[in-house]
T-cell receptor
Framework: KNQVEQSPQSLIILEGKNCTLQCNYTVSPFSNLRWYKQDTGRGPVSLTIMTFSENTKSNGRYTATLDADTKQSSLHITASQLSDSASYICVVSAGYGQNFVFGPGTRLSVLP | DSGVTQTPKHLITATGQRVTLRCSPRSGDLSVYWYQQSLDQGLQFLIQYYNGEERAKGNILERFSAQQFPDLHSELNLSSLELGDSALYFC?????????????FGPGTRLTVL
């Protein structure tokens, strides 16, 4: 069964600190993996997208990694800001890329 | 502001009823996606249209249907509503049909079924 798991479920950090969120997937065949940021009550915003051949992709303070062999991805946030408080969702596209499997998300809270 | 508009913002209705959610994609985008986000199931992909044609189907119930019109706006029809259909419904659009293309999400329609 195609599945995406994320850890931790929630995370609290202090402003300025770094953190890493994890995503494990059992989706086959793999097409691509995307990380979204979703503020409460709003639509998700794409942060990064990676295909099978990409190991790392950065978007400002956000850096995503992908290990296609172990089927794991991580999202590293550097020098966190209060505005980083949100849910971070990992999404894997399956088949010919037209089936999207969402993880449950990690709820990040950045405190002053 | 993503450029994707959804109406209405909120909708409250009763079980057994039928509702229509509307989405206007970003100018120039040909592909429209519908998603459901509920508290217990998270985000789920429902269906995708590209230039008026159905392109991909996800976990969409038979009671739900969608279409994309010649002007590229899309509607999601939900019928015989149940309490469990209460959720946020998002529409997203992208320029092309492939999953690698960035999707821009609208603000969502919050549906409450009483």
């Amino acid at each position: 069964k195609n599945q995406v798991e994320q850890s931790p479920q929630s995370l609290i950090i202090l402003e300025g600190k770094n953190c890493t969120l994890q995503c494990n997937y059992t989706v086959s065949p793999f097409s691509n993996l995307r990380w979204y940021k979703q503020d409460t009550g709003r639509g998700p915003v794409s942060l990064t997208i990676m295909t099978f051949s990409e190991n790392t992709k950065s978007n400002g303070r956000y850096t995503a990694t992908l290990d296609a062999d172990t089927k794991q991805s991580s999202l590293h946030i550097t020098a966190s800001q209060l505005s980083d408080s949100a849910s971070y969702i990992c999404v894997v596209s399956a088949g010919y890329g037209q089936n999207f499997v969402f993880g449950p998300g990690t709820r990040l809270s950045v405190l002053p | 502001d993503s450029g994707v508009t959804q109406t209405p913002k909120h909708l409250i209705t009763a079980t057994g009823q039928r509702v229509t959610l509307r989405c206007s994609p970003r100018s120039g985008d040909l592909s429209v996606y519908w998603y459901q986000q509920s508290l217990d199931q998270g985000l789920q992909f429902l269906i995708q249209y590209y230039n008026g044609e159905e392109r991909a189907k996800g976990n969409i119930l038979e009671r739900f249907s969608a279409q994309q019109f010649p002007d590229l706006h899309s509607e999601l029809n939900l019928s015989s509503l149940e309490l469990g259909d209460s959720a946020l419904y998002f529409c997203a659009s992208s320029g092309l049909a492939g999953s690698y293309n960035e999707q821009f999400f609208g603000p969502g329609t919050r549906l409450t079924v009483l």
